[in-house]
């Protein structure tokens, strides 16, 4: 769905405007990520509006959107998964209480994942030279142990949900 609505806008540019120097291929991969990126947000708040969780949806969206930043992870193969996916975690993670003691082991889950999964599938996904991937590594490592001591139970349930994200076979 979201990829025929970027196929169908990208081809509306490129018929009003042939001039356009991008391929009707690349701008229907960036209006992806873009609309993507938007229903997401858009429905995350909505629903976490409805919910009375809206501080807490937005907590997770820029912990979870950060440490995927630099961490990587398993990308679903449509973007209308990603997206169901995306909003169903940034509705339900907020409204599942955890104890400190949980929220400890979580966080020491999450170190472990980041610090020997780190970072993961975005050999394909970015345009980062693999020399900086140890620099990924310690940033994702960063994040986690500042979570520990900012020590918000929404953060910590976050990171620790990208952080599973990370797991991918060796071969």
């Known amino acids: 769905m979201i990829e025929a609505i970027a196929l169908k806008i990208a081809t509306g540019i490129k018929r009003i405007n042939p001039e356009v120097p991008q391929s009707v291929e690349r701008m229907e991969y960036a209006l992806i990520i873009l609309l993507n990126g938007v229903t997401v947000i858009i429905a995350s708040l ?46 339900v993670v907020p409204l599942i209480p955890v104890t400190d003691k949980l929220c400890q082991i979580m966080s020491g889950i999450s170190l472990i994942l980041v610090a020997w999964f780190a970072p993961s599938k975005i050999e394909n996904q970015s345009r980062i030279p693999s020399k900086y991937y140890p620099l990924l590594k310690a940033i994702s490592i960063a ?29």
């Open 46 to 91: 909505l629903i976490g509006a409805i919910l009375g969780t809206l501080k807490a949806t937005i907590i997770f969206l820029v912990a979870f959107a950060l440490l995927r930043q630099v961490s990587g992870g398993y990308h679903l193969s449509s973007a209308l998964g990603c997206a169901i996916v995306s909003i169903t975690l940034a509705a």
């Open 143 to 171: 994040i986690v142990l500042a979570s520990v001591f900012i020590a918000w139970p929404i953060i910590t349930k976050a990171l620790f949900v990208q952080s599973l994200f990370l797991i991918r076979k060796r071969r």
